[in-house]
């Protein structure tokens, strides 16, 4: 079975400051994990995905995650972050079902 | 255009009324999905329509019926819900290229409120 794991529940930081946001995965098969983004009262919108290839990935908005097969993990960062950034971020692996298996989701606080 | 809408934005509804979700995409993608999420919880997986035919329920209560009448609309039926039913539903949609490579695009959502 797979899972995501979210490390940290809430992640304060003041703008302009670098922020990374801790995914780990466990899975026995191939993986493809993505980052996506909820600011308040709306949907979720993509960020990123890894499917194969580089294991550096360039998303929107400046983020970029790094796959890292040996530590099972896919760290969402951003070298500076904006108030605009203050949203939940939910990471999440494809599954075989059609489904996506979702991590518990970081609160990201950006404070002046 | 990686564009999902949904409709309404935000419903009220009593216990006893019957109303309806909808949900739209116009990406030619051919799996549509419902999911319901809670405050401060992640979504959590409804239904999933492949090719028009439900591929996925999960073990959802029958107050909840989902309607594919093409492969671009989604619809939610609700009938007889529970205050604990309120919630943001949300509907997305991909391609379906085979489980788990698929990218899932979201709508805004619809914010239901059972009173």
């Known amino acids: 079975a797979q899972s995501v794991t979210q490390l940290d529940s809430q992640v304060p930081v003041f703008e302009e400051a670098p922020v990374e946001l801790r995914c780990n995965y466990s899975?026995?098969?191939?993986?493809?994990l993505f980052w996506y983004v909820q600011y308040p009262n709306q949907g979720l919108q993509l960020l990123l995905k890894y499917l194969s290839g580089s294991t550096l990935v360039k998303g929107i908005n400046g983020f970029e995650a790094e796959f890292n097969k040996s530590q099972t993990s896919f760290h969402l960062r951003k070298p500076s972050v904006h108030i605009s950034d203050t949203a939940e971020y939910f990471c999440a692996s494809g599954t075989g079902r059609r489904a996506l298996t979702f991590g518990s989701g970081t609160r990201l606080q950006v404070q002046p | 255009d990686t564009e999902v809408t949904q409709t309404p934005k935000h419903l009220v509804m009593g216990m006893t009324n019957k109303k309806s979700l909808k949900c739209e995409q116009h990406m030619g993608h051919r799996a549509m999905y419902w999911y319901k999420q809670k405050a401060k919880k992640p979504p959590e997986l409804m239904f999933v329509y492949s090719y028009e035919k439900l591929s996925i329920n999960e073990s959802v209560p029958s107050r909840f019926s989902p309607e594919c009448p093409n492969s671009s609309l989604l619809n939610l039926h609700l009938h007889a819900l529970q205050p604990e039913d309120s919630a943001l539903y949300l509907c997305a949609s991909s391609q379906d290229r085979g489980g788990r490579r698929d990218t899932q695009y979201f709508g805004p959502g619809t914010r239901l409120t059972v009173l």
């Open positions: 899975s026995s098969v191939s993986v493809y």
